[in-house]
């Protein structure tokens, strides 16, 4: 195993190297910022990844670029942010003072009241103005999604995302300066030869390639994997819960991986929420609203779908849809690899088919198949950065005119994420009708036994899920002319 | 003074502190750096709603790592209460547990992680008594903080029974969490002699001096209390600092070290109080218009376990269910209920957003009874200029403007066409319908508590004709200091870069009033001109005699100050005056004219006047899951002359949309005991960016100064927006009534969330089934 004398962490801060050491690996970058470094411009507003006021943007090299994405810095802890750079609302301002273009867009377009939020916003902004030039609306909002604001109501927020390219680019941070070669050779001189380990209890392992982290986790079975820490970090700043030795995932070459082959994409179990669902819309595009409605950009900067689906909480998103896909869990314990259907991974309410020191390596998901239906909805209260109340998936194939095969799968209805066997067996073999279809909704109530929490009934997350089904049925149905979605008429005003 | 005079008021100039917003260098109590012997301090809460408390056995907190000092009600060597009113609000409960999550005790610990740690290794044992949980439970076992009140008018009885239409109908309505981004912060440092200051995101610095002063048996000239400015308000912050500041205060001064409690977000909204949530009764009588003729009306609020400012707010909500509509025959009952949960508080309209949320309920009932566009009826109810202009509390609507904005609003949005339009639209598609709605808003400007109406400033004038202003306003990011500052400015004739405010503390201006009742630049804004214009008063005689002129050829203007034929800097002649013991500060202070209130018999004045508004909402639902958009919303508010248009309108936009948020998204769920489910923005959806609507067309009213003689005629805008927003809850509700037979009323409860909306749809088609069935018996 390898061993780093010091157990230091470094990081680029403002174009120095910020280093850290005696620290509890679960020391979050907000508080070394607010309470180390002093810069309390990064706000704390709920712990918890959900507010926004906390984020600031992380840039790695991705190739020959740096890649910027906005990230929750109160939920992500310090020893991940080793080797790449940090960027603070403080970091923003010229030598000379001036506000970047970003700041002076806010400024001008009265963005501002309270001000506790815009640290946040100008920094979700800052990482769209580095990411594309120039954003139409629903960009923006999308950028957005992650940050809460009670004051202003959003708008003149949007109007600045807008207005923040209309000025000449900044001596600092211009799209082009935060390229520079210097910026690069900065991260580049901060890449180890080793693995990262630090000696403060709980103890940190960043392992860099799968046979380390078998090797490590064999080891210490009863270690903690840690991914995007967008789940886990929640149990330290809001459970208070005291954590095993952590093993972080995230530089592990090999969970990077994202490639199609053999008919199957292969999702690498580090690989982040965003670029996943890059890959899964571009297969699948009937997922994009799936995509966009998952957490938000920090959220999805940080998370993987590997933790998504190793967490298996009976809410989470992704699971329904890979569930009807018929995706299968690449998992790895020393040196034995096995395979296993996603359906099969959920044995109960927070337990899974994991051995002791096994991990996953990769979510393989079939491609797509041609003639099949497939959809996968969400309901919640708000639209954007939500938890289901119910979410559903649905994948038909016909044959003539009749059902041939039908998967059908819910999260929010159980335990745990699950298909809808005697669902599916009303459907199988039937004519694709309304019908058949509103004959088989009452297996829905013998599949799912629901809960009623805060945010939904059991009453009415069994109504919604026979309604998804009936919604699944008119949209692909050619004989609907009506819409059916409400993304069919947003943005269409009579 | 016309809006055209004004130069520098008026002015859509950004909030004086948005360059330090956008760089992170604006300061909030959580970022002011302490001193390294600070201690941090977290709170001991209950886990059950009602009970006694058997043991408390704290010593496995005093025993935790970094514990310096665990303190509960016995310690506290006054009065053990943060209660504005009633007293009846503990700092640390003594042996009675009235809600989940009252605290119990305070830790003082070396870090804000350890004080956290330990207050949960409480060991508590509890005896369990019944708890009462909601309205309804409270009504029916007559448990009040407050004796019920009965506000009548008029013959309703008589009224009702004669009424050629009558319908009985009922609405709940849920509360709403503020969510201020900056949760509950205080900051106690001892000073010397046994003084102590206080950094508290409050709106409220002197009720948290008195309180901190109370508790620990002080003068409140021992306490000072200073706030720059607090991430939020939204009335999260007038009552409810002084817990938080007082047992930070309490720990401070046991230990003699700075003492921090921020509170997290989870404990932020177990602790702190809400938005009352309601229950609506009402039996109204009208005729073929849609005229009212009669009305019974039941509130019953939710007050929780005290009174806190539950009194008030009730006020506000039996003064605010007239809207913009003359209740001649009236009966109006208002419950506050008492039960097991967080006291509710102020919250942006502070009841009235309820009131109107009841009137506007019967009134649509009354138009899809009638089958008429509710529109219609509401401008068959409005108040009349010069006739049916008495409210029910007996006072006059003299600047009845409603007619004048809902004209200008309903032919702008095109309303009529776009209503025809939703119901080809619905008639052709079973699963997506659309609704829309026209809503006014008539808001009364004042505190109904006539002593709060009265504000103080402080403004000084450097010799280098700087200027720095203080007054008893707190700012939550509403620009009140912005808007100061631009009359002080405008006072002056100077640069607003000349002028500058100074963080609220009570040792500058005392006894003051919350900053609440929308009514900061209404008492501000006057204090601060009055001293402005005491020291201009000297500068003209100073100037006048120095230079023998008539005091009237002595104007004050662009920077410059003109002295008959001569012109100076205005740091020249300061200075000048200066050298001539020309004394250069001022207090100046503000009470409201014309108002008086009888909280007994419920009538009065309580208003100084009213601000008004309209707005048209049209949202698209899914029928199939109960999810709705906003599409489309034009408003047209009144600001009366802006004090500055820019801030005016963030407040408009940014109270709609709490006030959509409060009616759709916003629920605050409990379980059966008690226990608060949604404490963090996971499960408690406060609108995001996405839920502002693509389509917008937010306008003030132009060319309508305040009648009254308000600061340079403008208008207070804090509360009225948000209730613009009832405008989103009926056109959802129009919406759902598509789903159903002519004549349905769907019984849409608040908040409008997917399960809330489709059991509304259900509620229809289940009436709808009992009438077919009842017509096909009869047929039989």
Known sequence: ?494 | MTQSTLTIAGQPVAHESAHLHVSGEAVYADDIPLPADALHAALGMSTIAHGRVRVLDLEPVRAAAGVVDVVTAADVPGENNFGPVLHDDPIFTDAQVQFAGQSLFGVAAVSYEEARRAARLARVEYEELPAILDVRQALAAGSFVLPTQVLRRGDPQAALAQAPHRLRGSLTIGGQEHFYLEGHVAVAIPQEDGTLLIHSSTQHPTEVQHAVAHALRMPFHRVTVQCRRMGGGFGGKESQPAQFACAAALLAHRTGRPVKLRLDRDADMVMSGKRHDFLVEYDVGFDGQGRIRGLELMLASRCGYSADLSGPVNDRAVCHVDNCYFLEHLQLTSHRCKTNTVSNTAFRGFGGPQGMMAIEAAIDDIARHLQVDPVAVRRANFYGVAERNVTHYGMTVEDNIIHRIVDELEASSTYAERRRRVEELNAASPVIKRGIALTPVKFGISFNATQYNQAGALVHVYTDGSVLINHGGTEMGQGLYTKVAQVVAEEFQLDLARVRSSATDTAKVPNTSATAASSGSDLNGKAAQAAARTIKERLVHFAADKYAVPTAAVRFEKGKVHVGERAFEFAELVLEAYAARVCLWAGGYYRTPKIHWDRKTLSGRPFFYFAYGAAVSEVALDTLTGEFRLLRVDILHDVGTSLNPAVDLGQVEGGFLQGVGWLTSEELWWDARGQLGTHAPSTYKIPAAGDWPADTRVRLLERAPNVEDTIFRSKAVGEPPLMLAISVFHAIRDACASCGEPGARPALAAPATPESILNAIASMTEAAAQLRQVAAGGRG
């Open chain 1, 1 to 494: 195993m390898a061993q780093v004398a010091g157990g230091e962490i470094r990081f680029i801060l403002d174009g120095k190297t910020v280093r850290a050491s005696h620290l509890a690996p679960t020391t979050t970058l907000l508080q070394f910022l607010r309470d180390r470094l002093g810069r309390t411009g990064t706000k704390e507003g709920c712990a918890e990844g959900d507010c926004g006021a906390c984020t600031v943007v992380v840039g790695e090299l991705a190739g020959e670029r740096i890649r910027y994405r906005a990230v929750n810095s109160c939920i992500r802890f310090l020893p991940t942010l080793d080797g790449k750079e940090v960027v603070s609302v403080e970091s923003l301002k010229a030598p000379d003072g001036a506000l970047h273009p970003v700041q002076r867009a806010m400024v001008d377009c009265h963005a501002s009241q309270c001000g506790f939020c815009t640290p946040g916003f100008v920094m979700s902004l800052f990482a769209l103005y580095l990411n594309q030039d120039g954003a139409q609306r629903h960009q923006i909002v999308s950028a957005l999604t992650g940050n809460l604001c009670r004051c202003t109501g959003y708008r003149p927020i949007i109007d600045a995302g807008r207005r923040m390219y209309d000025y000449a680019p900044p001596p600092v941070w211009s799209r082009e300066e935060a390229q520079s070669s210097a910026r690069r050779n900065a991260l580049r001189a901060l890449e180890r030869g080793t693995s990262l380990a630090l000696d403060a209890a709980p103890g940190f392992h960043a392992p860099t390639g799968s046979d380390e982290l078998a090797r490590l986790y064999a080891e210490h079975p009863h270690a903690l994997l840690l991914g995007g820490g967008t789940d886990v970090g929640l149990w330290v700043t809001k459970q208070l819960r005291s954590l095993p030795m952590l093993i972080y995932i995230g530089n592990v070459v090999e969970l990077q991986v994202l490639r199609e082959a053999d008919g199957v994409l292969d999702i690498g179990a580090s690989v982040s929420l965003t670029d996943a669902y890059l890959a899964l819309v571009a297969r699948y595009p009937m997922l994009a609203e799936i995509a966009e409605r998952f957490g938000s950009p920090p959220v999805r900067n940080a998370g993987t779908l590997g933790g998504n689906v190793a967490n298996g909480s009976p809410i989470g998103d992704s699971m329904p849809f890979l569930m009807v896909l018929g995706a299968t869990l690449r998992l790895r314990r020393g040196e034995r690899r096995r395979e296993l259907p996603l359906e099969s991974f959920y044995l109960g309410y927070q337990k899974k088919a994991l051995e002791p020191g096994e991990f996953l390596e990769a979510v393989r998901v079939p491609l797509p198949r041609p003639g099949r239906l497939f959809a996968s909805y969400k309901v919640s209260k708000r639209f954007d950065q939500d938890i289901s109340a119910v979410c559903g998936a649905f994948a038909v194939d016909l044959e003539g005119g009749r059902v041939a095969s039908v998967r059908i799968a819910f999260g929010g209805m159980a335990a745990v994420p699950q298909r809808a066997p005697l669902t599916e067996a009303a459907l199988a073999g039937k004519p694709w009708s309304q019908q058949s279809v509103l004959a088989a909704l009452p297996a829905l109530e013998r599949d799912y036994t629901p809960l009623t929490d805060m945010r939904a009934s059991a009453g009415y997350r069994l109504l919604a899920a026979r309604n998804l089904l009936r919604r699944f049925f008119l949209e692909q149905d050619r004989a609907t002319v009506a819409p059916c979605k409400l993304e069919q008429v947003a943005g269409v005003v009579t």
